[in-house]
């Protein structure tokens, strides 16, 4: 069964993050996430804040934009880091901010898929 992008955002994440804040200060960046289709949302995915946070809705200032589907992004958190690159590679997921943070989201979707981290 698929990820839920919801649950990804709304549960997973926030409990790795209050879990292991350590975590995100090693990310150390602010990620604003625009999700299209059913299961989508935004969230804004603050690693600087202490403690750090992740929320629904577009909070404060990102660092780094992110823009994909649903679809898309659920096969980034249910395939990992391949995927995740192919989903770039192919055009389908859009980054706006600073690019090079984006080696820095596979950490932040590394921590929310983690079991208990």
């Known amino acids: 069964m698929p990820s839920s992008v919801k649950d990804f ?3 997973r994440v926030p409990d790795a ?3 292991h804040p350590e975590k995100a200060k090693e ?3 602010t990620f604003l996430f625009t999700i299209t289709g059913a299961d989508g949302g935004t969230w804004t995915a603050d690693l600087i804040s202490s403690p750090p946070i ?3 809705g577009c909070v404060g200032q990102a660092q780094c934009t992110i823009e994909v589907t649903d679809e898309d992004f659920r096969s980034m958190i249910d395939g990992g880091a391949q995927v995740a690159v ?3 590679l192919s055009g389908k997921l859009r ?3 600073d690019p090079m943070l984006i080696s820095r989201l596979l950490r932040l979707l590394q921590m929310g898929n983690a079991p208990m981290i």
């Open 86 to 88: 192919q989903v770039f």
């Open 27 to 29: 990310v150390a960046a």
């Open 9 to 11: 955002f709304d549960q």
């Open 17 to 19: 993050l209050r879990q």
């Open 95 to 97: 980054i706006g901010g």
């Open 54 to 56: 992740c929320q629904p």
